[in-house]
């Protein structure tokens, strides 16, 4: 294995049990279609960046990029002999391409046992307008010619008045049809180019079109409610069927010709194709919208996109639900199995294109929890995580294949905070509606929780002592509490005038420092639970504080856009830091207290130092930085946003980048020798991250 001056990282399949075997993040937009090739070995993916995509199905690297739309691409067909693709688009546009045979031949470049930990593997990084910074000039460089701005189009149709929604090769591949928001139907010839026909029987907007299995007739639907079947020769209308209450997102042929699968708001239809009769119908588990539908190659199984972000798979023949598959973090607009029916395809709105394995009889179970989890980092047990679950439990996990250690019963408000004991032999959580409870990990798979009562509004922090014997925790009622662990009872510290936000022990435990949307940090008595002193400054609310490793320095981050550093013994301000333009959500000191790490909501990480001020930043995440953290020497940073993005602290240098599933990460968590990375993201996928090679 070659030194250079990426991370790698193995990230632990284990820990998120899923049906998932690849998830791909290629486009800057909206996914919006996605299909196998004849073989399944390829995927051609249409987006609203205006671009088409051709990469490998098994390891998602990305081979060509086909470039000439104006707007969104909404759909693409690759023609039976593989030689031809035509696109469609909200540029009002039909395109014909050559596809180079080449493309479909060939293999990814070999996979290493230590990829880049990018989930799609995809050795080119999406490029933003930041390619001019000198940390991002080698890589864009190094683009390949097919990201130009080239039309290298064969051929572009005009005619649609509006956006193009879907296009569709005949099976004999010398006809196209489309359809469009301007309500028709076209037909245009793959050879000579002529329209040559135009459909105008749908009253609204037609979403879906293509052609029989023997090209004999054509299939639409439309925001008119009906799903129609069409003379393919000369446009006049063989059947409508009808039965669907609201528009109709999607509609196909089955392999087979003899079945039609069309979907509308929370069901989807099943229709005999030459008469018309509708055979069955199957609704969500949920009553959420259906999107769009498909049918597997042998019409033994039928899947539903839904508006809840997961996607449902029943079997035709017993009418039950056999999967429901969970991952997207955006409405999944396109459903493609593959040829052999053994994996299904699926383009989401959350930018990604996910293919999971069609397994029958079974539900996807795989750990979905979120994002305030807790983890404790040990040498013999490995890592143990708490953190609540979509269900509202807490649930306790431990190694690397999460193994489920404790489950608490379901908590009727929900859990907002949760916290392990550093001897991890406890767990405490608060929610929203002011409850507090611990429950000793020992005590069970399935557990309540003791009660620990006095908060009156939502619980935000909750942190444990080192000797694990006290308890603090700060509410939106203004105050902070201090519990004892043995009795329950507590101290109350009100001096707060707003929300507050985080709190957390320092100098051995013998004070408490908290942060408030009141604009101030105060610090506390451990024992006494007793004022010492207030530090006052901040024009609006500080989200995030800190304390310096050697106890001198307090640090603060707020909403003004603005870090303060303040004495811990006196609290007099000693510095302000300014260059944020946004919002400061994130901060921390490194091991030595002499450097400090801030993230804003611009995606930017600010380094400092505290006496000289400014040292560099670091660009860029594209969404809120809401965790920062440095290695034991200072050397590098890791930040949480959109992306988890690993940092030379002494050049800048952007060292590695974990794409995530989901659309952010809150939190990511080190281990002290920052070999062991944990977060979740918003889609409830646990990573643990291991790293395998040591920068040099």
Request: charged fraction near 20%; proline fraction near 3%; hydrophobic fraction near 35%.
């Amino acid at each position: 294995m070659t030194h250079d001056n990426n991370l790698y990282f193995h990230s632990n399949k284990a820990s998120v049990p899923n049906a998932c075997l690849l998830t791909t993040k290629l486009h800057k937009g909206s996914v919006c279609y996605a299909c196998f090739t004849p073989d399944g070995s390829k995927v051609f993916s249409a987006a609203r960046d205006s671009v088409v995509k051709l990469w490998d199905a098994q390891a998602g690297q990305e081979l060509f990029t086909f470039r000439g739309h104006k707007d969104s691409v909404n759909g693409c067909s690759l023609s039976a002999n593989g030689q031809y693709l035509v696109t469609c688009s909200s540029d009002h546009t039909v395109k014909l391409w050559e596809v180079d045979k080449k493309l479909l031949e060939k293999i990814p470049e070999e996979v290493t046992d230590s990829p880049p930990i990018q989930e799609h593997r995809n050795p080119s990084p999406n490029i933003k307008d930041e390619t001019t910074h000198p940390m991002f000039q080698d890589v864009a460089l190094s683009m390949s010619t097919s990201d130009s701005e080239e039309d290298n189009a064969m051929h572009t149709f005009t005619g649609h008045t509006g956006d193009v929604y879907a296009c569709a090769f005949s099976n004999s591949g010398d006809r196209i049809v489309t359809c469009s928001l301007d309500s028709s139907v076209r037909v245009w010839n793959a050879e000579t180019y002529e329209q040559e026909l135009i459909i105008t029987g749908h009253k609204r907007a037609v979403n879906v079109c293509c052609f029989s299995p023997d090209d004999k007739t054509i299939l639409s639907c439309s925001e008119d409610q009906t799903v129609c079947i069409w003379d393919a020769q000369i446009g006049e209308l063989r059947l409508t069927y009808q039965g669907h209450d609201s528009a109709v997102t999607s509609a196909s042929f089955s392999k087979d010709g003899l079945l039609v699968a069309s979907s509308a708001d929370d069901q989807i239809q099943i229709w005999e194709a030459s008469t018309g009769k509708c055979r069955q119908t199957f609704y969500t588990n949920s009553g959420n919208a259906i999107l769009c539908c498909s049918l597997s190659p042998d019409s033994s199984l039928v899947a539903g996109g839904l508006s809840s972000y997961s996607i449902q798979l029943w079997s035709m023949g017993t009418a039950t639900t056999l999967a429901v598959y969970k991952g997207h973090t955006g409405w999944v607009y396109s459903l493609h199995f593959s040829p052999d029916g053994k994996q299904l395809m699926s383009a989401s709105d959350d930018e990604t294109v996910m293919i999971w394995a069609v397994q029958s009889e079974r539900v996807s179970k795989c750990l979905s929890i979120r994002r305030d989890f807790s983890v404790n980092f040990c040498d013999k047990t490995g890592v143990t995580i708490a953190a609540p679950d979509f269900k509202n439990r807490v649930v306790v996990v431990q190694g690397d294949e999460a193994t489920v250690q404790l489950q608490t019963n379901i908590e009727p408000s929900r859990i907002r905070c949760c916290t392990l004991s550093p001897d991890r032999t406890t767990v405490a959580y608060g929610s929203e509606n002011g409850n507090l409870k611990v429950i000793r990990i020992s005590s069970g798979v399935t557990s309540e929780g003791r009660p620990l009562k006095g908060h009156t509004a939502t619980v935000r922090w909750a942190t444990f002592s080192s000797n694990s014997q006290t308890l603090v925790t700060s509410s939106e009622d203004f105050t902070l509490r201090i519990w004892s662990i043995k009795d329950g009872s507590c101290i109350v510290c009100a001096s707060h005038t707003d929300v507050v936000w985080r709190c957390q022990f320092f100098d051995n435990d013998m004070h408490i420092l908290s942060c408030s949307s009141d604009g101030t940090l105060k610090v506390w008595k451990t024992e006494t639970g007793m004022l010492e002193m207030t530090c006052a400054g901040h024009r609006e609310w500080i989200l995030c504080c800190d304390v310096s490793p050697d106890d001198k320095l307090l640090l603060s981050a707020s909403v003004d856009c603005r870090l303060k550093l303040w004495s811990s013994q006196d609290g007099r301000l000693l510095r302000t830091f300014t260059g944020h333009s946004d919002c400061v959500r994130s901060c921390r000191f490194s091991r030595c207290s002499r450097l400090v790490a801030s993230g804003d909501d611009q995606g930017f990480v600010f380094l400092w130092d505290v006496e000289e001020g400014l040292l560099r930043v670091l660009s860029r995440h594209e969404g809120w930085v809401t965790d920062v953290h440095f290695s034991a020497d200072s050397q590098m940073v890791i930040s949480a946003s959109d992306t988890v993005k690993f940092w030379r602290q002494t050049s800048g240098e952007l060292l590695q980048t974990f794409h995530i599933r989901g659309s952010f990460v809150k939190y990511v968590a080190p281990s002290t020798d920052f070999n062991t990375f944990v977060t979740v993201d918003n889609a409830g996928t646990l990573y643990i991250l291991k790293r395998i090679l040591p920068v040099v």
